[in-house]
């Protein structure tokens, strides 16, 4: 009898900054002052979508730029959310992206990528806390949660 031979991979998540406190998010404001400088930091006319990952008690384990669109748009591969989220050992996310127009109100393919990242994320056990909407420099911001959106 011949057997296949197959390959073993494992994968080891390091902290950065071993020892460091990690950020706590109770709030959207939490994450409004997380972000703000992350969106601040790279003033372009690209939507950035970015997922933070938390733990079970919510503090931050990473954040990763999960996509680069254009001037309106920014796709979401749900595949790669889950993937960051899971690999970090995070437990809960919370996905942001900026609109460079300012205007932080979500667009209706904004609500249907919310409503399919709730879906998704029951389905392999994850929670997503929020999904946020940053305008522009002046960090005004559109929390799907604070609105009972989520």
């Not at 919510?58 to 730029?65: A, C, I, Y």
């Not at 748009?73 to 959310?81: K, N």
């Amino acid at each position: 009898m011949r057997y296949k031979t197959v390959k073993i991979m494992t994968l080891r998540v390091c902290e950065s900054n071993p020892g460091q406190k990690r950020a706590t998010v109770h709030h959207a404001g939490d994450v409004k002052e997380i972000l703000t400088g992350f969106f601040t930091s790279v003033q372009d006319d690209q939507e950035r979508l970015v997922i933070l990952n938390l733990d079970n008690k919510n503090h931050v384990l990473g954040l990763n730029v999960v996509h680069v669109g254009g001037q309106n748009y920014s796709g979401v591969d749900l595949a790669c959310v889950f993937r960051h989220v899971l690999v970090s050992g995070g437990e809960a996310f919370i996905v942001a992206h900026n609109h460079p127009g300012g205007d932080p109100n979500p667009s209706q393919e904004d609500k249907t990528t919310a409503n399919i990242l709730i879906l998704g994320a029951k389905t392999v056990g994850l929670r997503l806390l929020d999904f946020i909407i940053i305008g522009d420099e002046t960090g005004d911001m559109f929390s799907f949660c604070e609105q009972g959106l989520l």
